[in-house]
């Protein structure tokens, strides 16, 4: 437990996604910069091979994955400052534009009433009873994975469907429905 809590630490995070600090990467005005020569050592097969050799991100055990190194070596294969900017202008570009992604998905969460979540609290403690019951059994396949819709029938039978209800209303109240 103690190994888990520490990959879900800064720390930890750092080591799981960046390697190790000096090594593989600097701090540069409070920001983590993956190395140059790290970069260029990786940079012409992309971060796969360099997260592969290094064994850090999604090619390690990385519970808690960052980005940043994605982005910098996207960055760094841009090759020159004036790449660098089109690349970043891009990004902005996609943040900006709205029909590639709806802003009130990003900025608007709903609020429940403390009626509302009073009955969801209860009812996620008996959804998530039916289905951590399971889980590892699926996992390990002491049950076919042919067999998991019955478990999600229970869950919705339990509660599921009416947590979905919940959510969706207030959902709903907020987007002025």
Same mark, same amino acid.
């Given at each position: 437990?103690?190994? $888990? ?9 750092d080591?799981? !996604? $960046?390697?190790?600090e000096g090594?593989?990467?600097d ?10 020569? @790290? $970069?260029?050592? /990786? ?6 091979? #360099?997260?592969? *050799?290094?064994? @850090?991100? %999604? %090619?390690?055990?990385?519970? &808690? ?7 910098? #070596? ?8 004036e790449?660098?900017?089109? /690349? &970043?202008?891009? $990004?902005?570009?996609?943040? !900006?534009?709205?029909?590639?992604r ?6 608007? +969460?709903?609020?429940?009433? +403390?009626?509302?979540?009073e ?9 998530? !009873? =039916? =289905? ?5 059994k /699926? ?5 076919? =994975?042919? !067999?998991?819709?019955?478990? #999600?029938?229970?869950? &919705?039978?339990?509660? *599921? ?13 907020? #987007?002025?429905?």
């Amino acid at each position: 437990m103690k190994f $888990l809590d520490w990959c879900y630490s800064e720390q930890g995070t750092d080591v799981l !996604n $960046l390697g190790k600090e000096g090594v593989t990467y600097d701090v540069i005005d409070g920001k983590k910069v993956i190395k140059e020569e @790290i $970069l260029a050592q /990786y940079g012409a097969n992309d971060v796969y091979d #360099m997260s592969s *050799a290094l064994g @850090i991100g %999604l %090619l390690s055990f990385t519970p &808690r994955y960052d980005t940043s190194p994605d982005q910098q #070596m996207a960055l760094w294969l841009k090759g020159s400052e004036e790449g660098r900017a089109e /690349y &970043r202008a891009q $990004l902005q570009g996609i943040m !900006n534009d709205t029909a590639l992604r709806d802003t009130a998905t990003v900025y608007t +969460a709903p609020t429940l009433s +403390a009626e509302d979540t009073e009955r969801y609290n209860e009812l996620l403690v008996a959804v998530e !009873n =039916i =289905i951590w019951q399971e889980v590892d059994k /699926y996992i390990t396949g002491q049950e076919p =994975i042919e !067999n998991w819709d019955k478990v #999600m029938e229970a869950a &919705r039978e339990t509660g *599921a469907t009416e947590m979905e209800k919940i959510y969706n209303d207030a959902w709903n109240a907020v #987007m002025g429905k």
